[in-house]
């Protein structure tokens, strides 16, 4: 099965389907667009995605898959091992929990085109955008540092000692917070679980600095 | 199996989930907070839900679900009947995306919380938070009706003649809509879709206006 990937290296809802691909072993072509040149709002690519939003996964057949949680679970229906999903209800409850507390609350409000709204109607500057930044990824990364620290399920990952769902989010959010210098040091068990996660290759070849549009 | 949802009457990730509960067949016990008097913020809410946010919905055994997106996936796979996604991995995939539209790409940014923030750091006034709310919803829904009148898929509601997970986060985001007073009109798919929701008592029965805590 060919697949195109049409994403940015810098944007982490990218990062964090390249993950998925690579550990689900699916070779992809890369193409990059430059958000900040509007290269995802052409004609061209709003026929394949109508938000002109990265990523889009397009397939041998043409369909385009849109939404990166959504086509991560398609990834985990139609190519199961290995697994990103515990195969318990109340473990696949939890890791999507995780997931969606980065992918629903820190990661929408801190988008480019967000930050691009505050400067232009609320004239936020950088510090301003920064402190709008830092306080969403804090709000939602204290308590997911409570949640990991007190679930006996948590492991040398977000569930157990196996990489899924829940850690390709964090790991994505990790390097999107290194954007505006917020120190990790500040929850330590997610700390623990990035600088493992960022010893794996799946992942580390997923990192924002290792693609081919990186500056 | 005694279920009792932690929620609030205008919360629109509260108006999803009970709509997912009716449709589902299953009986709960409704327990309301006040968002604005901080009642989720109290010690022991937050023993339940680290994020201090609704809903949670707490089992028999004591478990605490969270996230209403990763909770209703798990209704879906604990109570498969009637399904709230299809069968097939691709119209999953398509669902799955439509309702990540509005649950990821419009809810986040116009909660409570978001502006409250607009307005204590930029201050906001209500025509600037108006005019925050009503940016994000028209920049998603512009391409959700888009995507709507495009697809073969699209029927009677999102995904066909049946309801599901893509049709939960659509009513509950026209209801949220209702707040700034956006006009449903500007798409005419979406108004369609939602009236036909309207008139089904598992949805009607979830509305904001028909909880015991409305105003």
Redesign the interface.
């Known amino acids: 099965m060919a697949l195109t990937l049409h994403n940015f290296f810098r944007s982490s809802t990218s990062t964090r389907l390249r993950a998925a691909l690579n550990l689900k072993g699916l070779e992809y072509d890369y193409v990059p667009y430059v958000l900040r040149k509007g290269e995802t709002r052409t004609p061209d690519y709003l026929k394949r995605n ?4 990265v990523p889009s996964l397009e397939r041998e057949d043409g ?1 385009v ?3 990166s ?3 991560i ?2 990834l985990e ?2 190519h199961p091992e290995p697994a990103l999903l515990p195969k318990d ?2 473990g ?2 939890r890791v ?2 995780l ?3 980065i ?3 820190v ?3 801190n988008n480019l085109r ?1 930050l691009g ?2 400067a232009e ?4 500057d950088d510090a ?1 955008q920064k ?2 930044f830092t ?1 969403w990824v804090t709000t ?1 990364f ?3 540092e ?2 990991l620290a ?1 679930d006996a399920e948590t492991g040398q990952f977000c569930h157990g000692d196996t990489p899924g769902l829940a850690d390709l989010c964090l790991y994505a959010q990790v390097w999107n917070n290194k954007r505006f210098e917020i120190d990790i040091a500040t929850w330590p068990v997610i700390a623990g679980i990035f600088e493992r996660l960022d010893a794996l290759p799946a992942f580390r070849d997923a990192a924002p600095p290792n693609q081919p549009d990186a500056a």
């Open positions: 109508p938000q002109g939003l369909k898959l849109t939404q949680l959504a086509i679970e398609w229906e139609t209800a109340d696949r409850a999507r929990a997931a969606h507390m992918a629903l609350e990661h929408p409000l967000v709204y505050l109607h609320f004239g936020a301003a402190a709008w306080h939602t204290d308590a997911l409570t949640t007190r």
